[in-house]
């Protein structure tokens, strides 16, 4: 169970949705959605999306940045803390989070997710469904680690870092900043340069846009 009534979900996005189910799950009783791109008569099962962040933030409710975008994720942690109020972390009760391990505020963990024993999740990472993070792993900040991806024993992932829909880091390897790699990539070799990898192995295509 979480320490809060409500949360207030900045973005009415694919994740967003991901992350309002993770949070009803976990025990928030009232969510609220803000999306500038939002419609009038648009809810999430009965939870309401408005345009513009409210004035103020109702009583014991936290905020929580749901952009699957890692860069427009840490703009809205900016917003979340400048307006001084608490960052919620959210994580699905059928998540496993071993022993030690450190998980982030403003970070995701979806369900059926596992983060290993004595492993750092940074400032708003996400966590998707199925996917691991394996013991002593650390994850940078800003980090979107997809559906079912892994990150096995000892890696290093710097901040920024997309990893794809079942893509693969195996032991001990490290990921700098700035990396995205494709769904189902293979991350056998460390990495020292931004960019997009793609393939098994994973290979270089072009620099990070």
């Keep these: 169970m979480n320490e809060y009534k409500g949360l207030l979900i900045l973005g009415f996005g694919g994740h967003a949705r991901s992350v309002a189910d993770v949070a009803l799950a ?6 609220l959605f803000v999306d ?16 513009e962040l409210p004035h103020q933030l109702p009583e014991g409710w936290a905020c929580f940045p749901a952009a699957g975008d890692n860069h427009r994720r840490q703009m809205q ?3 979340i ?17 071993g022993a030690g391990a450190i998980v982030s505020p403003g970070s995701f963990v979806g369900h059926h997710a596992h983060v290993g024993p004595m492993a750092r ?8 469904t199925g996917a691991i993070v394996e013991h002593e792993c650390i994850i940078g900040d800003y980090v ?10 000892r890696s290093r992932l710097g901040d920024y870092v997309f990893l794809g829909a079942g893509a693969t880091v195996i032991d001990g ?23 997009t990898y793609v393939g098994v192995p994973v290979r270089r295509i072009k620099p990070l846009s």
């Design 26 to 31: 976990a025990g928030f009783r009232s969510l």
């Design 36 to 51: 500038e791109h939002a419609r009038e008569d648009e809810h999430f099962v009965g939870h309401r999306v408005q345009p």
């Design 77 to 79: 942690v900016a917003s």
């Design 81 to 97: 803390l400048s307006a001084g109020w608490p960052l919620a972390t959210v994580i699905s009760p059928s998540a496993t989070i």
């Design 121 to 128: 999740i940074g400032l708003a990472g996400i966590v998707n």
């Design 144 to 153: 979107h680690v997809s559906v079912h991806a892994t990150t096995a024993g």
């Design 173 to 195: 390897v490290t990921v700098t900043s700035n990396v995205a790699v494709g769904a189902g990539g293979v991350v056998i070799t460390s990495i020292d340069s931004s960019g």
